[in-house]
Each structure stands twice: as C-alpha cells, then as structure tokens.
C-alpha cells in the first residue's frame, strides 16, 4: 500500500510553482504505457454434467443437462502514460466454441442454450475500458469491469466470466488500507448472452457501491461494504479475516461474514434478510480441516447477483441461502506435495441443513457433497496445464429447488499464455 501524501502550505506551494518538476518525478516513478502493459491468452475446455435425479426431472422435465465447449479469453491492461495523471485502456476479448450439445441436454450455463435449443455454435465479444492513474494511487476506470467484492463480483464458474459496464474509482494512498466506490450500469451474462440493463435484465439501471478493506496487522484485516441495487434492495456487509500460528506447522483461521438486506423493491417482492457465516480452519502442514456454520433470518432468503456471495456455504451448487435456513460445514484438504507429487489438490466437504421455511408452516433441509481434484503439469510440453474434476452430489426436496435431487460433474481443462 501507498504511502498517504503529506502536504505542508510551503510543499505546496512549491509543487504548484514547479509543475514540471512534479511531472517529471513521476515520470520516472511510473513504468510507462508500453512498459507497464500486460497480456495474457487464456483457454478453458469444459464438460457440464447434471443429471436431475428426481422422478420425471426436473421443474421443465429434463433429465438431464450435459454440454461441452471451449473458451478463450484475450485480456490486455495497458501501462499508465507518464506524469502525475497516467492514462491507459484496457481490452478484454471473448469466444466460445460449442463442441457438444443437443436441445435436449442444452441449459448447462457454458453456452446461449436452453432446453428445446442448442444455441449457436460460437459465441463472441469484446469489450473496453479506459482508466487514469492519479498520483499513482487513486484509479478512476470507465467501461468494462469483472468486480470482485462482497456486494458486486462477476461470476467465472462457467465457460467465460461474466462482465459489468460502469465507472469506478479506488484509492490505496493510506497504507494498509484499500477504498473503492462505483456504479454498475449494465451486466453481460457468462453464456454468451447480450449486455442488458439491470442485475436481472429488468428496467432497474444500476448498482453503487461503497467500501474497503483495513489490515490491522499481517494476520488481521477486516472489509466493510455497502450498496445499493435501484428497485431491489439496499445491502450492507462486515467482514473479519484473524489468522495466527498454534505451533509450528500448525495454525488456525477464522472468517466471519454478515451481510443486512433491506428490501428496496415497488414490486412488493421481499429482500429483507440477514445472513451470517463463520469458519474456523486448522492448517496442519499439507492438511486443512475446516468447521462452518451459516444462518439465515428476515423475511425472505437471501438473493444476490452472480458472484457477490461471500459466504462459508455458498458451495459448487447449493447456497443454503433459503428463508430462515441453518447449514453447516465440514471440509477436508489436502496437497500431494506433502507425498512428493506437487501440483496436486485434494478438497472434500459435507454440508448439512435444516429449518428452511419451504412453505407456510413447513420446514426442511437438504445436504450437499463435493470432492474437489486438481493436477497442474509440472515440467514437459505440457508444462501449466490444469485439469480439474469436480463433482458434487445434492439430496433435496422440490420445495428448495425446482431442480430437485442432483447428481454433477464437472471436467475441466485450463491453459494460460503470457503473451506481454
């Protein structure tokens, strides 16, 4: 984090007097517009399956969904010109490419499909955004964003991630602390489909956004966030993150996430919710063993916008995120590298629930499993290549989820090419 920028009457005094020198100070401190550009190619290759395994499928009578595709993502940041305000831009390139899919199977999320069409057979599109570095510690950014934080956050769990348009600015001048505002316009979904106005394509037009995270120390930092989403709701969230070593090789963390729902809707649909998380994880060398518990309150479950979930049990399917609903989490790790085989990961987890209101004066719950196993080649011409296998089994009644009993797989095949 940057240093915060001092400045007596007479310093400042003498920096409006010379601005050249303060241009050129600056010059030399910023890496360059060419010099301080990056890209990067990268390849995604995925095999989606879930099979409905209720009696006569699920909600649409589908029994199943299983697609493939590959992706690419073209993703170019620009330096900064020199001086005490740097421009730069930046570009972000997408194509999908179907490889597999009928109308019958079609609906995975990794293509513009849906059950009853297949789609096209390639999808694409490009999009910008120009951006100002001030002092080299305040960015000011308009145009496409992939937002990463507790109230707005893109979602990457498909083929290609999905994306925001907007403005933003953030701020890193006081040390250890890191502050960030902006309004979202319109998002474009991860299947390929067109940019649309509003979180869920209706005529509500934005989502603005405030907040931060604080380091108190190397092993303590907490984020605090708020937001507003126009015609659905006002949120805001506190987060805590303290980590510290038991003995040696061995240590504990702990995160603590709340988020307050306040329904904003004319529609009368309800938002009203409170939603908290805690997890505890035991690092023991190449081992991690994880406890979590989530609860829901407030008049209705707790809904969000593609990745802005930042909670213990929002896993591979589930959320747990129903009207009054309580879940818990047991989780295991592990990294080969302790048994002489780096590059591969081993992660498995069981959450249970219960008391989600379903239905006036019905409670229920569900539990989902995952297994998690990644290997990235280590040497060779294969030398990067991530393959990934995931897998998660959910038992549920109808009540929860129009989809029912589920049976998932994912296989994955990812490849990233320095190109700048």
């Given at each position: ?12 005094a ?217 015609q ?17 090789g061995?240590s ?47 008049d ?53 629930s ?10 229920d ?32 009644d ?9 049976d ?13």
């Amino acid at each position: 984090m940057k240093k915060v920028i001092q400045w007596s009457s007479i310093a400042l005094a003498v920096a409006v007097g010379n601005g050249v020198l303060v241009s050129n100070v600056y010059a030399q401190q910023a890496e360059g517009f060419i010099e301080g550009s990056s890209a990067t190619l990268s390849n995604r290759t995925m095999n989606f399956n879930r099979d409905f395994r209720s009696s006569g499928g699920n909600a649409a009578g589908q029994s199943k969904r299983d697609e493939t595709a590959t992706g690419f993502v073209l993703n170019f940041e620009s330096g900064y010109s020199r001086g005490p305000v740097g421009l730069g831009f930046d570009t972000i390139a997408m194509l999908g490419i179907k490889l597999d899919s009928t109308s019958d199977n079609a609906g995975t999320g990794i293509l513009p499909s849906s059950f009853g069409d297949s789609g096209p057979s390639n999808y694409s599109e490009i999009r910008g955004a120009v951006k100002a570095n001030i002092l080299e510690d305040t960015v000011l950014r308009y145009g496409v964003h992939l937002p990463e934080n507790p109230v707005i956050a893109y979602d990457d769990a498909r083929l290609l991630p999905n994306h925001y348009s907007g403005y933003s600015v953030t701020n890193s001048s006081i040390d250890n602390l890191f502050v960030e505002a902006g309004r979202m316009n319109k998002r474009g979904d991860m299947d390929g489909t067109a940019e649309v106005k509003g979180p869920f394509g209706g005529d509500n037009d934005k989502v603005v956004y405030l907040g931060g995270t604080y380091e108190f120390a190397e092993n303590l930092s907490t984020s605090l966030y708020t937001s507003k989403a126009d015609q659905l709701w006002k949120r805001h969230f506190a987060g805590l993150t303290h980590s510290f070593d038991l003995a040696e090789g061995l240590s504990l963390t702990t995160d603590l996430a709340h988020y307050h729902t306040s329904d904003d809707s004319p529609t009368g649909q309800e938002f009203g919710n409170k939603a908290t998380s805690i997890g505890a994880t035991l690092g023991a060398g190449h081992h991690g063993f994880t406890l979590a518990a989530q609860r829901m309150s407030g008049d209705a479950g707790f809904e969000y916008l593609d990745g802005a979930i930042f909670l213990a049990n929002s896993v591979q399917y589930a959320d747990f995120n129903a009207k009054d609903e309580r879940s818990y989490q047991a989780r295991y790790d592990y990294d080969f590298a302790g048994l002489g085989i780096p590059g591969l990961t081993f992660m498995t987890r069981y959450i249970t629930s219960d008391n989600a209101d379903v239905a006036p004066g019905v409670r229920d719950g569900r539990w989902e499993r995952d297994t998690n196993i990644s290997y990235t080649m280590q040497n060779g011409m294969l030398e990067g290549v991530n393959l990934l296998w995931r897998n998660a089994t959910i038992r549920q009644d109808v009540g929860l989820d129009d989809n029912g009993d589920i049976d998932e797989n994912r296989l994955i095949v990812s490849y990233t090419w320095d190109l700048l």
